[in-house]
């Protein structure tokens, strides 16, 4: 089936360093692809996304690129905040545009940035 | 809009007594969630719902857990009997038609002791 794997945490930066969040991805045909963003006690919000092989999804400064080839989307931002800290999921809906829905979550990143 | 509503935002019960989760989704919305969220296990889809009708209830634990959503603003999560492992984060989530865009609630701190 469907799967999300991404890197462990917990991630610590400074103010100012760049991030990386790696995400692989299983799946059958061909995928849209999302980062979601958890801030502390409240649920998760969508912060980009991508529904094509080489889209790139952007919001607030963070990146990411659908990779077929690799079958990877990695976050990055080249210059985090005290208030990026939060945890952060990859995750994939199985079919692009398609009639059925079932969102796979990968199992969060925490991200704690000091200033 | 005010978003999907949850409630309550904590709930601590005993172990054996029955559980009722509460969602009320984004207006105009056809689709609805139910997610848990625990360290070891990360986000789990327990259900979900298209117009009202549950589509896939693959992902809920076992017959303790029951969903139900009676009309296109609300729905419930009940455990009963609950235990201590039932002990988690409950997010209800939900979409408009067309759009992949997930729309969180704060979800449900349940502990049960």
């Known amino acids: 089936g469907d799967s999300v794997t991404q890197m462990e945490g917990p991630v610590t930066l400074s103010e100012e360093a760049f991030l990386t969040i790696n995400c692989t991805y299983t799946?059958?045909?061909?995928?849209?692809l999302f980062w979601y963003v958890q801030y502390p006690g409240e649920g998760l919000q969508l912060l980009l996304k991508?529904?094509?092989?080489?889209d790139k999804g952007s919001n607030k400064g963070f990146e990411a690129t659908y990779r077929k080839e690799t079958t990877s989307f990695h976050l990055e931002k080249g210059s985090v905040q005290v208030s990026d800290s939060a945890v952060y999921f990859c995750a994939l809906s199985p079919v692009s545009g398609g009639s059925n829905y079932k969102l796979t979550f990968g199992k969060g990143t925490l991200l704690t940035v000091n200033p | 809009d005010a978003g999907v509503i949850q409630s309550p935002r904590h709930e601590v019960t005993e172990m054996g007594q029955e559980v009722t989760l509460r969602c009320k989704p984004i207006s105009g919305h056809d689709y609805l969630f139910w997610y848990r969220q625990t360290m070891m296990r990360g986000l789990e889809l327990l259900i979900y719902f298209n117009n009202n009708v549950p589509i896939d209830d693959s992902g809920m634990p076992e017959d303790r857990f029951s969903a139900k959503m009676p009309n296109a603003s609300f729905s419930t999560l009940k455990i009963q009997p609950s235990e201590p492992r039932d002990s988690a984060v409950y997010f209800c989530?939900?979409?408009?038609?067309?759009?992949?865009?997930?729309?969180f609630g704060s979800g449900t701190q349940l502990s049960v002791l």
């Open positions: 991508a529904t094509k092989a080489d």
């Open positions: 799946a059958t045909g061909y995928p849209s």
């Open positions: 989530a939900s979409k408009g038609g067309g759009n992949e865009k997930l729309f």
